[in-house]
C-alpha cells in the first residue's frame, strides 16, 4: 500500500546538513562519484533518495536509483517495482532494477529469506560496481537499524567484534557501499517525508513479529527504552562506533603478529598461538577464519582444540577445525567425505591420508601373521570394547562419546574379514582364540 500524509503537516525538518556532515566525517563520497541510490519503495530508502537529491549538486555527484525485487509480495513487489521507477522518472534518473526468486535461493541455500535476500541484493550491487556503472551504491540502514543490530549480536553471542554493528561504507576493489543515513532516527525520516507531502510503500511483513528483527523493533526495543533508558538507541549506536574503533586497532594488531602465527593459509602454530594474550588469540582465530563469520561459541571451541582439550569442532558452512601434532588446521569437509579403506599387514604398517594417521599392527607372540583392513566404519559394523557386556553398533558407541556427525564419519577402524577388532578411543577386547592376536597403534603423519 501506499502512505502518503496531508499537505497541512508543517513541522520543520532539517535533515540535510546533518547527513552531509556524516557524508564528510566519514569520506563517503567525492565529486564526481556515480552514485545509486538503493530504493525499496520504503520509508527509510525513499527519504534517502530525496535527501540525495537535495545534496547532490553540493556534492557534486551523479545520481541514480537501484532496485532488487525479491518476489516475496506477488503483486505487491510488483507495484513497489513501479512505484520506486515512476519516482526515478519524476526526478529523471536513470534506473537500474533487477528481480529474483528470494524464496527458491533461500530453500536451494539453507538461508533464511532474510539472508537470501540480503546475498542477493548485494550481488546485484557488486555487479553494478564491477561493470563500472557506478562508483558508489548508498543503502538507507538508520540509527535504529544499528540499535537493533546491535541488540541481536549481542543476543546471539557474537563478541565484541559484533558489537561493531553496521560499518557506514563496505570497501571493494570495484567501488563502496554507503550507509549515509547511520546517525539519523527513522522518526526523522519519516517527520521529513510528511514535511515534503512524500508517499511511500508500506511492506505489511515489517509488522509481523514472527521475524526476531521486527520483535526487536517493536517489543524489545520500546520495552527497553521504557524500562531502562529513553536514549537506549542512540546509547547502543554509540557502542556500536567505539566498537568500530577498537576493531581498527585490533586489525592493525592482528596483521603484525599473523605472520610470526601462521604456517600457511588455513593454517597456525598452535604453541605460538598460544604464547599470545587470549584476546589476541582469540583475533587471531577470527581473522584466519574470516569469510566463516564465526560467533564467540565457535571461538571457544576452537580454542579447546587448541589447548588439546578436544580433536576437532564442527564450524559453519561445513568448515572443520583440527589439531595435528603442533598444527591448528582449518578445512572445508565435502557433504559426504569419500570412504576409505588400506590394507594393514601384520606385521606391518600403513598411512592413511584421510586422517593424517599412520596405523601400525603388531602380531602377539605365538600369533598367526596376517592382513588386515584399516577402513572408516559402516552401517551395521559392531565392535565389542573391553569391560563391557557385550558387543554393540559402532554408530551408538560413537553417538555416545559424542562425535561430531563430520568426524564419526571418517573414524577409523581394524577389521579382520567381517569382524571389527578396533576402534579408535576404545579399549580392544581380550584376544580370542578365533580372531588375529594383534596390537594396534595409531600415530599422527
Not at 515534503?196 to 508500506?202: A, D, G, K, L
Not at 603388531?362 to 577402513?375: D, I, W
Not at 577409523?412 to 588375529?436: I, K, M, N, Q, Y
Amino acid at each position: 500500500m501506499v502512505k502518503a500524509f496531508p499537505d497541512e503537516y508543517h513541522e520543520p525538518v532539517e535533515l540535510a546538513a546533518q547527513v552531509a556532515n556524516f557524508i564528510g566525517e566519514h569520506e563517503l563520497l567525492k565529486p564526481g562519484h556515480r552514485t545509486a541510490i538503493a530504493v525499496s519503495g520504503g520509508l527509510d530508502s525513499v527519504a534517502l533518495l530525496l535527501l540525495a537529491l537535495e545534496l547532490k549538486t553540493d556534492l557534486g555527484i551523479v545520481l541514480s536509483v537501484v532496485h532488487f525485487n525479491h518476489q516475496l509480495r506477488g503483486l505487491d513487489s510488483e507495484s513497489d517495482e513501479q512505484f520506486v521507477a515512476d519516482l526515478a522518472q519524476q526526478h529523471d534518473l536513470e534506473f537500474h532494477c533487477q528481480s529474483a526468486d528470494v524464496k527458491r535461493h533461500s530453500q536451494a541455500s539453507h538461508q533464511s529469506l532474510e539472508a537470501a535476500a540480503r546475498e542477493l541484493r548485494y550481488k546485484f550491487f557488486r555487479e553494478l560496481l564491477k561493470e563500472k556503472k557506478l562508483d558508489r551504491v548508498a543503502t538507507a540502514h538508520t540509527l535504529d537499524d544499528q540499535a537493533e543490530t546491535v541488540i541481536l549480536r549481542l543476543a546471539r553471542g557474537s563478541g565484541t567484534r559484533g558489537l561493531a554493528g553496521i560499518y557506514p561504507q563496505i570497501h571493494s576493489t570495484n567501488g563502496d557501499i554507503i550507509r549515509p543515513l547511520l546517525q539519523t532516527r527513522r522518526s526523522q525520516l519519516e517527520a521529513y517525508l510528511q514535511l515534503v507531502n512524500q508517499s511511500w510503500r508500506e511492506d505489511e511483513s515489517n509488522n509481523d513479529q514472527r521475524h526476531t528483527r521486527n520483535r526487536v523493533r517493536h517489543t524489545i526495543l520500546p520495552l527497553l527504552e521504557r524500562e531502562l533508558n529513553p536514549s537506549l538507541r542512540e546509547a547502543l549506536a554509540e557502542t556500536a562506533d567505539l566498537s568500530r574503533d577498537e576493531e581498527d586497532y585490533w586489525k592493525q594488531e592482528v596483521a603484525r603478529v599473523l605472520p610470526q602465527v601462521s604456517k600457511k593459509d588455513h593454517s597456525l602454530t598452535i604453541s605460538r598461538l598460544l604464547g599470545l594474550p587470549l584476546a589476541l588469540q582469540r583475533r587471531v582465530i577470527r581473522q584466519v577464519a574470516e569469510p566463516l563469520a564465526l560467533e564467540q561459541k565457535h571461538v571457544a571451541k576452537i580454542l579447546e582444540v587448541a589447548n588439546g582439550r578436544a580433536r576437532s569442532t564442527e564450524l559453519p558452512q561445513d568448515w572443520l577445525a583440527s589439531s595435528n601434532q603442533d598444527e591448528l588446521i582449518f578445512q572445508q569437509r565435502t557433504t559426504n567425505p569419500a570412504d576409505y579403506e588400506y590394507p594393514l599387514p601384520v606385521p606391518g604398517s600403513v598411512q592413511v591420508p584421510e586422517l593424517n594417521s599412520l596405523f601400525e599392527a603388531t602380531p602377539v607372540s605365538n600369533s598367526e601373521a596376517g592382513t588386515l583392513t584399516v577402513r572408516n566404519w559402516r552401517a551395521g559394523d559392531r565392535f565389542w570394547p573391553a569391560h563391557s557386556k557385550g558387543t554393540k553398533k559402532v554408530k551408538e558407541l560413537l553417538q555416545e562419546k559424542k562425535i561430531t556427525r563430520r568426524e564419526r564419519h571418517l573414524w577409523p577402524v581394524v577389521a579382520w574379514e567381517t569382524h571389527v577388532l578396533w576402534v579408535r578411543g576404545f579399549p580392544s577386547p581380550a584376544a580370542r582364540d578365533d580372531f588375529p592376536a594383534v596390537v594396534i597403534r595409531e600415530r599422527p603423519l
